[in-house]
């Protein structure tokens, strides 16, 4: 390409953008974003809101349970 119009074969038809490459870019009727809510836009969310929590909880539960389990069965070999 030499002027950034032509495509790769010289002709103007050839590129699919052409006809448009020329125009001016639209402005925005709504004011920009400021860059915090931009960033913000774009950061980690939780998916699963709540999941870690009944993971940890469920984690929390089996412990107790063994080791409830674990003393249960050493105070009846006694």
């Given at each position: 390409m030499t002027?950034?119009?032509?495509?790769?074969?010289g002709s103007r038809q050839s590129w699919p953008y052409a006809?448009?490459?020329h125009l001016s870019r639209p402005?925005?009727?709504h004011p920009p974003?400021?860059?915090?809510?931009?960033?913000?836009?774009?950061?980690?969310f939780a998916a699963l809101s709540g999941h870690e929590?009944?993971?940890?909880?469920?984690?929390?539960?089996a412990e107790e349970e063994v080791l409830s389990s674990e003393h249960g069965e050493a105070y009846e070999s006694c």
């Open positions: 002027n950034g119009t032509q495509g790769a074969r006809d448009i490459v402005v925005s009727a974003m400021p860059q915090a809510d931009r960033a913000a836009q774009f950061s980690p929590d009944a993971v940890n909880e469920t984690a929390k539960r």
